[in-house]
């Protein structure tokens, strides 16, 4: 099978468009990553984690409807149709990205990511491997209480997209990602001040404040409630039947204890398949 197979047709967003706009598109599409059109040529990708990287560390005044999508546009990789999936994953782990292109310079005519690897391992692999061999151990986690600059600068320090939130006794209680911050942002940059002026550069800003926004509002407010777990000892094809059902990247990987032993995401599952 080649994953001309499996891949899906690309959505684009033009050149001309702002990082607000392609917030937007990402949270109405539930998709991850939009190609970059000019005068009808595909120039470019964009990444919904890209976005939240750049967005929460960028110290310049502009504000969500002011930042060009170009400044976080990054090449587009392509690779020749005929590729198989388990060798489009090698080379998603060896160049660290999470999708590739079919078709030629500057047309993409599909696109492959790890969410069909996931959906590739999960109709067509019955080998027996579980996930516990697979898992990512160490996870890392913020509490319900925890002002939002702080979980904001976790996550940019260690350059992840979502966090575990545990309350006062130490339990899981929900997840914490870009796409979170991303509502927030647009649902507050949409309000204006007292003059009637846009304040989403001020709210931007505010996430990394111990002044302002950042200071004041806490995990728990932001946070996705409930996890979506899944046992050590089951199969990695259940896990990418989990991921897919609920449309997320990751599952919480609980012990014989049902305490966390760790996570295990699409980069993980696109690993095993790279083996």
Aim: proline share 2%; net charge positive; with cysteine.
């Amino acid at each position: 099978m080649s994953i001309n197979n499996i891949s899906k047709k690309p959505i684009s967003i033009m050149k001309k468009s702002t990082i607000s706009d392609a917030i937007r598109m990402l949270l109405n599409t539930k998709i991850s990553r939009l190609v970059v059109v000019e005068n009808g040529k595909h120039i470019g990708i964009i990444t919904e984690k890209d976005i939240g990287l750049f967005l929460f560390s960028e110290n310049t005044k502009q504000g969500l409807d002011e930042i060009p999508i170009t400044k976080i546009m990054k090449p587009i990789e392509f690779v020749n149709q005929k590729i198989t999936p388990e060798n489009s994953a090698k080379i998603m782990i060896k160049k660290g990205i999470s999708s590739l292109a079919i078709g030629e310079k500057d047309e993409v005519k599909r696109i492959f990511t790890k969410s069909d690897l996931v959906n590739y391992y999960a109709e067509n692999i019955t080998d027996g491997k579980k996930v516990v061999d697979f898992m990512t151990h160490d996870y890392e986690f913020t509490h319900t209480a925890a002002p939002l600059y702080k979980v904001v600068r976790k996550m940019l320090e260690k350059k992840i997209s979502r966090l575990v939130v545990k309350n006062q006794n130490e339990e899981p209680v929900g997840i914490i990602s870009f796409r979170d911050l991303f509502r927030i942002a647009i649902e507050l940059g949409d309000e204006k001040d007292d003059l009637g002026y846009g304040i989403s550069d001020q709210i931007r800003k505010g996430f990394l404040s111990k002044e302002g926004f950042g200071n004041i509002s806490l995990a728990r407010e932001v946070m996705t409630e409930g996890l979506i777990t899944i046992k050590f000892n089951q199969s990695l094809s259940d896990a990418c039947k989990l991921i897919l059902q609920n449309n997320i990247s990751g599952l919480v990987v609980l012990d014989g204890n049902e305490s966390i032993a760790g996570i295990i995401g699409k980069t993980d599952i696109t690993k095993a398949i790279a083996k």
